[in-house]
């Protein structure tokens, strides 16, 4: 998979690439440097989503809410929700 790019559907659905070949489960490390602008885009999938921010902070917007997640904290996203993830302005 390279690098700050999502692979989406028409409806904005994540078509994931699991790493485990008896669990749905993928684990990643990611750099929202990789992404155009530092913005992961709006996407959704069927999966719930961990995020822990390691250094600085960013802003998850899901559906339609805004939450800051700073440096050694984290969030957790419902499963079906709408969210895109930027740098905290």
């Known amino acids: 998979?390279?690098?700050?790019?999502l692979y989406l559907n028409e409806?904005?659905?994540e078509r994931l690439?699991?790493?485990s070949?008896?669990?749905?489960i993928k684990a990643t490390y990611a750099n929202h440097s990789d992404y155009p602008n530092g913005v992961v885009p709006?996407?959704?999938h069927k999966e719930l989503?961990?995020?822990i921010t390691l250094t600085g902070s960013l802003t998850y917007h899901v559906n339609n809410h805004s939450y800051i997640v700073s440096a050694g904290?984290?969030?957790?996203?419902?499963?079906?929700?709408?969210?895109?993830?930027?740098?905290?302005?």
């Open 21 to 24: 070949p008896t669990t749905n």
């Open 73 to 89: 904290n984290g969030l957790i996203v419902n499963t079906n929700r709408l969210h895109l993830c930027c740098p905290t302005t």
């Open 49 to 51: 989503e961990c995020i």
């Open 1 to 5: 998979m390279e690098k700050g790019k």
């Open 17 to 19: 690439e699991y790493n």
């Open 42 to 44: 709006a996407h959704w």
């Open 11 to 13: 409806n904005l659905s």
